[in-house]
């Protein structure tokens, strides 16, 4: 007679596969009709409180070499350091920015751009203010399990210096990694999987 089993066996792990941009991004991979545009393809309007800013940068494999079937989400808070989420309690966002945008990185140049604001400080779970940051999302083929990481800006050095987050990282020389370099019209981030620039991930 079979024993009942009292515990559940570990999935096997997939990866996102060579399609994930095409099925979540299907208007910007030449698809129309699923949807009159792709989730996550606009987070401002005219309305939207803040400085405007312009996230690129591209994914790049061991060998320095873009992805150009990633996919990456980002979340973020308005200008006002607030979230746009019911569980956001210090006050309320601004209903004009959605605080989540998608992005598949360019088929020819492998290149992501978003279109957002530069957000404001949120304060870490002991009440210290972190600095402005954007969490990224990065999904392609060969990798099992979404990367999180984040992204700083450079011109905010002060900030940067006392963010409890980037204290905890213990080999300094990598912070750098998550540190965005200001450019004409907003700022570049590039991600890079392997090799000696690797970005520091998060396991959250």
Not at 7 to 20: D, I, L, W
Not at 48 to 72: E, F, N, Q, S
């Amino acid at each position: 007679m079979a024993q009942p089993l009292n515990r559940f066996k570990e999935s096997a792990s997939q990866t996102a596969g060579p399609y994930v941009h095409i099925g979540l991004t299907p208007n910007f991979s030449e698809i129309s009709g699923v949807y009159p545009h792709d989730l996550g393809s606009s987070m401002v309007n005219d309305k939207t409180r803040g400085k405007r800013i312009a996230i690129i940068g591209r994914v790049l494999d061991g060998t320095g070499t873009p992805l150009r079937d990633a996919l990456l989400e980002i979340w973020q808070a308005d200008a006002e350091g607030l979230y746009n989420s019911p569980s956001e309690m210090r006050g309320t966002a601004d209903p004009n920015f959605t605080g989540w945008g998608r992005c598949a990185t360019d088929m020819v140049s492998g290149e992501f751009r978003f279109e957002t604001v530069k957000p404001g400080r949120v304060p870490f779970n002991d009440g210290r203010l972190m600095a402005p940051h954007v969490t990224f999302w990065i999904v392609a083929r060969g990798i099992n399990i979404g990367l999180h990481t984040r992204m700083y800006f450079g011109d905010e050095e002060a900030a940067n210096a006392e963010d409890p987050v980037l204290a905890r990282i213990e080999h300094r020389v990598r912070v750098p990694t998550l540190v965005a370099e200001p450019v004409e019209g907003g700022y570049r981030f590039d991600i890079h999987l392997q090799g000696e620039k690797e970005t520091v991930f998060f396991d959250i």
